[in-house]
């Protein structure tokens, strides 16, 4: 009977690490998704402090940028998801990518609350494992 106990014990907390790892995979990609949105915030602000003709980086991407001319400080091409974009005053762009960058946040907090869920479970299982090996051990 301890065996079992022992085994689903056991199995449970390997699951939980599991989840735990994806979850962490999970924290990564958000995290890179707030940064690629903060960047490109940084970029339409900069479009619209400057004028036409100014020649400024635009971001291309990992960490690349190119040099050229604004030639308009009015509308930016905005991905709206599954490929389509949208031509967008530089205020509702800002709007919208504040949006996802709130939307990104509060899954960001859900993931950290799933965390913190599953990391009470792994403490209340690690004693119970703990006796259990000792009772089998003993």
């Given at each position: ?19 735990m ?8 990609e ?9 960047e490109t915030?940084d970029?339409?602000e900069e479009i619209?402090n400057?004028e036409?003709?100014d020649e400024i980086?635009f971001?291309?991407?990992e960490?690349?940028?190119a040099?050229g001319k604004v030639?308009?400080?009015e509308e930016v091409?905005?991905?709206l998801?599954?490929?389509t ?8 762009a800002k ?5 996802r960058?709130?939307?990104l ?7 950290q609350?799933q ?5 009470d479970r792994?403490e209340?299982l690690?004693?119970k494992?703990?006796?259990l090996?000792?009772a089998?051990?003993?």
């Amino acid at each position: 009977m301890e065996q079992e106990e022992m085994q689903e014990a056991f199995q449970e907390f390997q699951t939980i690490q599991q989840q735990m790892e994806a979850l962490e995979e999970y924290t990564e990609e958000v995290s890179e998704e707030i940064v690629d949105i903060e960047e490109t915030v940084d970029a339409v602000e900069e479009i619209d402090n400057s004028e036409e003709g100014d020649e400024i980086f635009f971001p291309l991407g990992e960490g690349a940028f190119a040099k050229g001319k604004v030639t308009d400080t009015e509308e930016v091409l905005v991905d709206l998801g599954a490929d389509t974009f949208s031509r967008r005053d530089i205020d509702d762009a800002k709007e919208l990518l504040g949006g996802r960058k709130d939307d990104l946040q509060e899954t960001m907090e859900r993931i950290q609350e799933q965390q913190e869920e599953l990391q009470d479970r792994m403490e209340e299982l690690r004693p119970k494992l703990q006796k259990l090996q000792g009772a089998m051990q003993g």
